[in-house]
């Protein structure tokens, strides 16, 4: 089960691979994602180096009363995954074409996980395709259930 989700993902990309990482996160940051508040909208993921953050992803505070005064809901957080991994996408992070997308962040366990996808940009005339196909199983389903 997904505690939130980026809904646009698979809309404007074309998911070619997926990986599960860690988040690196402060206690309040797991208390609100837990709580299902947080975005993924606008989300990319950045290879610095030899480690990989998540930028611009909004986790906002679970009890703003109680955050530091400091707090940026906003802030680049880390992943965590293995060497091989970071070297992957390092690979492909400087592919032309290819970005790293964050999915969705869900439970495994009691541990706070991220599925991040490599994808290529749809074009516009790939994504009129993907409403049109929609639209017509949309109709199907309608008139079925109408027979019905």
């Keep these: 089960m997904s505690l939130i989700e980026n809904k646009k993902v698979h809309f404007n990309y074309e998911i070619l691979e997926k990986l599960e990482a860690g988040l690196e996160l402060l206690g309040h940051e797991v208390k609100s994602l837990r709580k299902g508040t947080g975005s993924l909208e606008g989300a ?30 906003y802030r680049s957080r880390k992943l965590l ?6 070297k992957e996408l390092l690979g492909k992070e400087k592919t032309k074409g290819l970005t790293i997308v ?5 439970n495994k366990g009691n541990k706070l996980k991220i599925s991040i996808g490599i994808a290529r940009g749809k074009k516009k005339y790939d994504k009129r395709e993907t409403i049109k196909k929609r639209e017509l ?3 199907v389903r309608r008139t079925l259930k109408n027979e019905s």
């Design 81 to 86: 995954l293995t060497k091989a991994e970071i």
């Design 102 to 106: 964050p999915i969705s962040v869900y």
């Design 137 to 139: 199983d949309r109709e």
């Design 44 to 73: 990319h993921v950045g290879v610095r180096g030899n480690e990989v953050f998540l930028i611009g992803a909004n986790i906002p505070p679970y009890q703003p009363g109680n955050t530091p005064k400091n707090y940026d809901a």
